[in-house]
């Protein structure tokens, strides 16, 4: 089944405590993009990748890292976590940029930080 | 700042109403329009693309695009309880994509 995936979906941790949510596609896809989503902000873009090794800073890029070292994953880090990241995070991929078949999302994760 | 404007709503129409859904967007660059649908506590789910002016259909939804006045719609036909949820409008110029945050449509039977 064609999916993108992330892990954990759920997490509560504490300040400082440097966490990674991991995030694999099997569809092949270039694109791919990580997404936090707020109540009244919408989705807004943190970090996107156009292909291996190739990454590059969104809306919202401070306070997160990511690497593409494998095209089908592409981890967001957070070194050291702090509350204004609670957030709902989606992965999201696509063939390419722009394309017509629109971007594929993963389940999301739900992150609380204390 | 590139921006992306929807009605937070909530909407509300009757089953069998057409819903009509709006968004705004500043970048003149842009390229191409999506419309998504994310029911509550799911992901994103793509329903439209549109790339140039004029009307695109597909079944009960209709796109619009009007490129001068920096404007997308989505319309629904037949509204029905299953299509309560929220829509987000996305905008992309070369790499980037950006998200209005979204109008909550709710149709009531």
């Known amino acids: 089944e064609a999916q993108v995936t992330q892990n954990p979906r759920y997490l509560i941790t504490v300040t400082g405590k440097k966490l990674t949510v991991t995030c694999s596609q099997n569809?092949?896809?270039?694109?791919m993009s990580w997404y936090r989503q707020d109540p009244g902000l919408g989705l807004r873009q943190i970090y996107y990748?156009?292909?291996?090794?190739?990454?590059d800073k969104g809306d919202v890029p401070e306070g997160y890292k990511v690497s593409r070292k494998e095209k089908r994953n592409f981890p967001l880090i957070l070194e050291s976590p702090s509350p204004n990241q609670t957030s709902l995070y989606f992965c999201?991929?696509?063939?390419?940029?722009?394309?017509?078949?629109?971007?594929?999302f993963g389940p999301g994760t739900r992150l609380t930080v204390l | 700042q590139k921006e992306v404007e929807q009605n937070s709503g909530p909407l509300s129409v009757p089953e069998g109403a057409i819903a009509s859904l709006n968004c705004t967007y500043s970048?003149?660059?842009?390229?191409?329009f999506f419309w998504y649908r994310q029911y509550s506590g799911k992901s994103p789910e793509l329903i439209m693309f549109?790339?140039?002016?004029g009307d695109k259909e597909d079944g009960r939804f209709t796109a619009q695009l009007n490129k001068a006045s920096q404007y997308v719609s989505l319309l629904i036909r037949d509204s029905q309880p299953s299509d309560s949820a929220t829509y987000l409008c996305?905008?992309?110029?070369?790499?980037?994509?950006?998200f209005g945050a979204g109008t909550r449509l709710t149709v009531k039977p």
């Open positions: 999201a991929s696509s063939p390419q940029a722009g394309t017509y078949l629109g971007q594929f």
């Open positions: 549109i790339y140039s002016n």
């Open positions: 990748s156009m292909n291996v090794e190739v990454t």
């Open positions: 569809m092949n896809h270039e694109y």
């Open positions: 970048d003149r660059g842009s390229q191409s």
């Open positions: 996305a905008v992309h110029n070369n790499n980037d994509m950006r």
